[in-house]
């Protein structure tokens, strides 16, 4: 049984470097995390790191920072959602999914 933490980091934290940190989502069972954070460069990319695996994946590139924020909202609107999958896994193809409405 997983059990699942959604740690929002952004707006607390708006932009180091050209990487804005967006949410984390945390397993405190198997101490592993799903980092998402947004590389601005001439556009936003917003990219999703696998703790466990190590894989970092562009996930979604957008325009506005406002673009951005509408992810966030999405995520925050689906968090019972997440927090009732089965593994990381789920959750990354979930989030994938959902990237895509």
Known sequence: MLHINVLYIYPKIIEIN?????????DNNIKETLVFYCKKESNYKIMMMDTM???NKEILGVSK???VEKFIKGIEKSEG????????????KYILNLKCK
Do not use: M
């Not at 050209?18 to 945390?26: D, G, P």
């Not at 959602?81 to 990354?92: A, P, R, V």
């Open 18 to 26: 050209k990487e804005i940190n967006l949410f984390r989502i945390i």
């Open 53 to 55: 695996s190590g894989e």
């Open 65 to 67: 920072i406002g673009e």
């Open 81 to 92: 959602t997440i927090k009732g999958l089965n593994s990381l896994e789920d959750i990354k």
